[in-house]
């Protein structure tokens, strides 16, 4: 029996460590990195370079029937980001602006996903106990449906995802930054 193509939209290695964990049995799957609201270049290149040294060394540990983790990255676009976050620059974090930033990368992975040939897409965001679970889903779902492709709305901070993600990031000698990405976040 073949396993469904999961695109799995992933902001940085350590969030992703958990979720691959999970889903690997059950999916095959490719990480999109897709973290436009990063506006620091070196910042940017960091998380996406811990996201390729997880997924390298953790197919080294897979066996063959799982497949292997593939990568694949979006636009690198945080002009878009701050556009589309004007006038939300003073919002606490969860708030209104980190909505936007949710349906901005949902989005994404949707249109990518639906224009690959994914079966369905989920995101790594879910793993923080900072993002808002009924909030991500609730846009995944409008997502799907807007490129008809399906949402898979995974909480992966439940059964200790989030601490399973620091124990792998440690594992694997991880960077594990402690903002979110967006310049605003920097100032909490």
């Not at 691959?20 to 998380?47: A, H």
């Not at 636009?75 to 620059?89: A, M, Q, R, V």
């Not at 708030?95 to 992975?109: M, P, Y």
């Amino acid at each position: 029996m073949s396993k469904k193509r999961l695109l799995l939209h992933s902001c940085c290695g350590p969030c992703s460590t958990a979720c691959i964990e999970r889903l690997v049995d059950d999916f095959d799957i490719t990480v999109f990195y897709y973290n436009p609201c990063i506006n620091d270049q070196e910042e940017y290149e960091k998380r996406k370079d811990n996201q390729i040294k997880f997924i390298n060394e953790y197919n080294e540990k897979l066996s063959h029937e799982k497949g292997k983790i593939l990568f694949v990255e979006g636009k690198y676009d945080p002009e878009n980001f701050i556009s589309l976050t004007g006038g939300y620059e003073e919002e606490p974090e969860g708030g209104a602006r980190c909505g936007i930033c949710f349906r901005q990368r949902l989005n994404e992975a949707g249109r990518y996903a639906s224009e690959n040939g994914f079966d369905c897409f989920t995101t790594t965001l879910t793993v923080s106990p900072h993002k808002n679970y009924d909030l991500i889903s609730a846009i995944g779902q409008e997502v799907a449906e807007n490129y008809n492709c399906e949402y898979m709305a995974f909480n992966f901070k439940k059964k200790d995802g989030f601490k399973r993600s620091t124990e792998l990031s440690k594992e694997y000698g991880l960077y594990r930054q402690d903002y979110c990405g967006c310049e605003y976040s920097k100032r909490v």
